[in-house]
Nanobody, 126 residues
């Protein structure tokens, strides 16, 4: 099971970025997926998570209305579209997946997931 995140970079406040997370070694469609972030000196935060069973995705209050999680099962890839970026969004972003699919989306963001990808750095300047 491997997850490879990409798409981070440097952007000015108000700008947009799209993060991608390519999965290999397993079929992403059967897994809950999520994006997490960790800023320097802060704890890891669950940004957005969703199960494979459909239903509403979970978003942290800090990103609600600005970020959108999605998946392309044909490409075995997860995305995080980030709009209206703010300096406080600066962090290393990680994608994650979990085969345990009986929890709600919020549970995964609160408790973490089984498999983790590498991080990709997002820096938002003011």
């Amino acid at each position: 099971v491997q997850l490879q995140a990409s798409g981070g970079g440097f952007v000015q406040a108000g700008g947009s970025l799209r993060l991608s997370c390519a999965a290999s070694g397993f079929t992403l469609a059967y897994y809950a997926i999520g994006w997490f972030r960790q800023a320097p000196g802060k704890e890891r935060e669950g940004v957005s998570c969703t199960s494979s069973r459909g239903g509403s995705a979970y978003y942290a209050d800090s990103v609600q209305g600005r970020f959108t999680i999605s998946r392309d099962n044909a490409k075995n890839t997860v995305y995080l579209q980030m709009n209206s970026l703010k300096p406080e969004d600066t962090a290393v972003y990680f994608c994650a997946a979990d085969i345990r699919n009986h929890y709600g989306a919020g549970y995964y963001c609160a408790h973490g997931m089984e498999y983790w990808g590498n991080g990709t750095l997002v820096t938002v300047s003011s």
